[in-house]
Nanobody
Framework: QVQLVESGGGLVQAGESLRLSCRAS????????VGWFRQLPEQEPEEREF???????????YYRDSVKGRFTVSRDNTKNTVFLQLGSLKPEDTAVYFC??????????????WGRGVQVTVSS
């Protein structure tokens, strides 16, 4: 069982940056990709949208179009941690951000394990 814990959320103004972290209790095998999803205020849990993902090696990354050039996903496997750098934040980025771990082939639709989420609020 892999437990994921997100941190780093908060309240910022438009244009500012935040760095989210997703720390895993352990990796049960060395091939987990990690994805980031977000649930906007008006969305139901099942409507969470994909934001970004990274392969185990870090050599493959994916982003939703609206965050390309603003968000950067990275990982440090020595610390069991994946990061999501959020830059040039906009009010429409306000959401609860979740990380998930699973197979790279399916990570853009969700993984096997999920964290509880962290709130990011961007004021205009």
């Amino acid at each position: 069982q892999v437990q994921l814990v997100e941190s780093g959320g908060g309240l910022v103004q438009a244009g500012e940056s935040l760095r989210l972290s997703c720390r895993a209790s352990k990796w049960t095998h060395d091939s987990y990709a990690v994805g980031w999803f977000r649930q906007l205020p008006e969305q139901e849990p099942e409507e969470r949208e994909f934001v970004a993902a990274i392969s185990w090696s870090g050599g493959v990354t994916y982003y939703r179009d609206s965050v390309k050039g603003r968000f950067t996903v990275s990982r440090d496997n020595t610390k069991n941690t994946v990061f999501l750098q959020l830059g040039s934040l906009k009010p429409e980025d306000t959401a609860v951000y979740f990380c998930t771990a699973g197979d790279l082939a399916r990570i853009r639709t969700g993984g096997n394990y999920w964290g509880r989420g962290v709130q990011v609020t961007v004021s205009s």
